[in-house]
């Protein structure tokens, strides 16, 4: 049973930092590539980042392009997500998603991301 | 960025009559490799979206048959032949044939 376990998230200062991580399981991590998806309170989900097959290719919504970083650790199937100056407009939950068909097949539950002072 | 438009945003809908949602693309969503990446998601309150249909047409691993999706280039739909009661919530398409990879606003599904 494919599984995705968010952690990381909580309050964080304007200008400040946090970094989620994704534990998976039930699948061969290093296989397949890895998302970041928000949702903001009443809002649409929103992409945010991916992390391919290989670490050093990597994909950014222009809104955190230049603040968050996506990585990913094949030994410890967890992908992370450092995010760098925050605001208030990143305040959401966030889903980390695999994509083994063409798609965002299997999602956490979501970590919960709060940027207020 | 692809816009994708959903209608209606709500639609309520009646135990075991059909239920249809449209989603429109900016620009076609043909990847250079002759796929269409189009998606449907599901969202209940409180839970994270869960993959329906992909690629236009194919149902995800255990998604009922009254589920089914069509279309071709820019215009899309989705389609509950027989509205049941664990089918409220919101439905999202998505595409991933462009980056970066949009969803549409969501159609709020509720039972009259």
């Known amino acids: 049973e494919v599984q995705l376990l968010e952690s990381g998230g909580g309050l964080g200062q304007p200008g400040g930092s946090l970094r989620l991580s994704c534990v998976a399981s039930?699948?061969?991590?290093?296989?397949?590539?890895m998302n970041w998806v928000r949702q903001a309170p009443g809002r649409g989900p929103e992409w945010v980042s991916t992390v391919d097959i290989r670490p050093d290719v990597t994909h950014y919504a222009d809104s955190v392009k230049g603040r968050f970083t996506v990585s990913r650790d094949n030994s410890r199937s967890t992908v992370y997500l450092q995010m760098n100056s925050l605001r208030a407009e990143d305040t959401a939950v966030y889903y980390c998603?695999?994509?083994?068909?063409?798609?965002?097949?299997?999602w956490g539950q979501g970590a919960l991301v709060t940027v207020s002072s | 960025d692809i816009v994708m438009t959903q209608t209606p945003p709500s639609s309520p809908v009646t135990l075991g009559q059909p239920a249809s949602i449209s989603c429109r693309s900016s620009?076609?969503?043909?990847?250079?490799?002759?796929?269409?990446?189009l998606s449907w998601l599901h969202q209940r309150p409180g839970q994270p979206p869960r993959l329906l249909i992909y690629?236009?047409?194919n149902r995800f691993s255990g998604v009922p048959d009254r589920f089914s999706g069509s279309g071709a280039g820019t215009d899309f739909t989705l389609t509950i032949s027989r509205v049941e009661a664990e089918d409220v919530g919101v439905y999202y398409c998505?595409?991933?044939?462009?980056?970066?990879?949009?969803f549409g606003q969501g159609t709020k599904v509720d039972i009259k």
């Open positions: 620009q076609s969503l043909v990847h250079s490799d002759g796929n269409t990446y």
């Open positions: 690629e236009i047409s």
């Open positions: 998505m595409q991933v044939s462009h980056f970066p990879w949009t």
């Open positions: 039930g699948f061969t991590f290093r296989s397949f590539s």
């Open positions: 998603a695999t994509r083994m068909l063409s798609h965002f097949d299997y």
